[in-house]
């Protein structure tokens, strides 16, 4: 079972009190949670000292920078539909109770769109959406559950541009979309992807 | 155009973005060891950490064109290696390995006579922050470890003060409980 400090030593750990300030009774418990965070390992850490030439062997073995983010859009612009987020809502509400589904929502505009996120995940106690949007805080969006068991949904406000996400259920299982394009994060696991595209982009086929 | 150790992020950005790739590697020295510590203590161990820096300066590079603000490279390189941080964590999940092997990585040098003790409570600490969740943990490593204030953090992570208090105050406790367990 956890034992919880009390919250003014809680303070006291967080630099917000001083022991001093501390009533009497709570002192020992002060005294001992401050003894084991001063023996925390703060000793710097020095990587290899060839680090260096080896990322720079991996990148001069690349495109140049400019380049590579040019090709890595046209990739992935393909998958990317017209559709508007109305579209996207109206089929949503015609899926099977029993579909794992949240649509790819794509809109066209200048300003931050509300995309909403759905997932089918039964017998969750909590889900949220952690992406590039909101610097993969597993906190910043908890999803809510509908009226149907098992589906969660939230709805953010996304700017243009190509978002990256996951979700986090039970704090503990990250789940990518099913229905989502996803990409490769770049170390071995797959994102779902997202897009808004700004009004310019609009008749070029995406 | 300044010496090496005089120009600024912004302007070496600008340079590779030109297609000076040996300029890079300015940052790379700038930056290969500033957040090892923190990936180190994230990761359980430094090996994880060189990994995890090496792959994300090579990201870093790959994504540099995206970087809005290049006079802030610091901070859009630290969010890269955070993600390559959290993104291990969700493999070892995926992979389900084994406690044993994480105790093994996570073991630190041996030390010796008088700072036996402090050293065998560090590496308890050290043990029990991987027990942790990886949010909780990184609240604690950059408080702590890193020595940054709630309000530093949150401009650094994009979360706000409330919600790292409420983690770490979460991690205070399951702190307290599993260096009980562990000691």
């Known amino acids: 079972m956890t034992e919880h400090y009390h919250p003014r030593v809680k303070q006291l750990m967080d630099g917000e009190l001083s022991l001093s300030e501390l009533p009497p009774e709570l002192r020992a418990e002060g005294e001992a949670a401050l003894r084991w965070l001063a023996t925390v390992d703060r000793t710097p850490i020095v990587l290899s000292s060839n680090l260096d030439e080896r990322v720079m062997a991996k990148v001069r073995s690349r495109l140049p920078a400019r380049t590579r983010v040019l090709d890595l859009r046209r990739r992935i612009r393909p998958w990317v539909l017209g559709a508007v987020a109305a579209a996207a809502a109206v089929l949503l509400m015609t899926l099977p109770r029993e579909s794992r589904v ?50 969660w949904t939230a709805t953010l406000p996304l700017s243009p541009g190509q978002h990256q996400y996951a979700f986090l259920v039970d704090g503990r299982r990250w789940v990518s979309d099913p229905t989502a394009p996803t990409v490769d994060d770049g170390f071995g696991r797959r994102n779902s992807v997202v897009a808004v595209n700004p009004q310019t982009e609009r008749g070029r086929g995406l | 155009m300044g010496s090496e150790q005089t120009r600024s992020d912004g302007e070496i950005v600008r340079s590779v973005l030109a297609g000076d790739i040996d300029h890079y590697g300015l940052l790379v020295r700038r930056y290969s060891d500033r957040y090892a510590r923190y990936a180190a203590a994230m990761l359980g161990s430094r090996d994880a950490a060189e990994d995890a820096v090496q792959d994300a300066l090579v990201r870093a590079y790959d994504q540099l ?110 702190l307290r409980d599993e260096l009980k367990e562990l000691a």
């Open chain 2, 65 to 174: 064109a995206q970087c809005r603000d290049p006079e802030n490279f610091a901070g859009w390189f630290f969010l890269i290696l955070r993600n390559r941080c959290f993104a291990e964590h969700r493999r070892q999940q995926s992979q389900a390995r084994s406690m044993e092997t994480r105790d093994e990585a996570i073991a630190g040098p041996e030390r010796a006579d008088s700072a036996v003790e402090v050293a065998e409570l560090r590496q308890t600490i050290g043990r029990a922050l991987q027990l942790l969740t990886p949010e909780q943990r990184e609240v604690f490593v950059l408080k702590h470890v890193e020595e940054l204030s709630y309000e530093d953090i949150a401009a650094r992570i994009g979360a706000s003060v409330a919600s790292l208090k409420m983690r770490m105050h979460r991690a205070y406790d399951r």
């Open chain 1, 102 to 151: 949240r649509v790819p929502v794509v809109a066209i505009a200048r300003a931050p769109v509300h995309v909403r996120f759905v997932l089918y995940a039964p017998g969750a106690g909590r889900v949220a959406v952690a992406g590039t949007f909101n610097q993969w805080n597993a906190d910043a969006a908890p999803l809510a559950p509908t009226r149907r068991p098992g589906l």
